[in-house]
Nanobody
Framework: QVQLVESGGGLVQAGGSLRLSCTAS????????MGWFRQAPGKEREFVAA????????DYADSVKGRFTVSRDNAKNTVYLQMNSLKPDDTAVYYC????????????????????WGQGTQVTVSS
């Protein structure tokens, strides 16, 4: 069993930055791909970013590419999402997720591929 806890969300003005953290307990994340997703009110959950277990492969949604950076510190069992140049359209609840299939090389974009999810952290960007 893996428990994921996100933190770092909040209210920020457009153009500002936030760094989200996702810390795991119950199992090491070192062998697992990790993903970040978000869900805005009235919208479906969407892929934001993902990182392979070795940090060698990262992937980003087109809407955040060049502004967001995903990283991980396996020694701290933590994954990060650095969000810069935030826009009001980035307002959503952000979730981290773990894909515990150790055979995964390329981190998936599909939410169904992730077995464990955090409770989410709210990010609100004001214009």
């Amino acid at each position: 069993q893996v428990q994921l806890v996100e933190s770092g969300g909040g209210l920020v003005q457009a153009g500002g930055s936030l760094r989200l953290s996702c810390t795991a307990s119950g199992r090491t994340l070192a062998n697992y791909a990790m993903g970040w997703f978000r869900q805005a009110p009235g919208k479906e959950r969407e892929f934001v970013a993902a990182i392979s277990w070795s940090s060698g492969i990262t992937d980003y949604a087109d809407s955040v590419k060049g502004r967001f950076t995903v990283s991980r510190d396996n020694a701290k069992n933590t994954v990060y999402l650095q969000m810069n140049s935030l826009k009001p359209d980035d307002t959503a609840v952000y979730y981290c997720a773990a894909d515990v299939n150790v055979l995964v090389v390329v981190p998936p974009r599909e939410a169904d591929e992730y077995e464990y999810w955090g409770q989410g952290t709210q990010v609100t960007v004001s214009s």
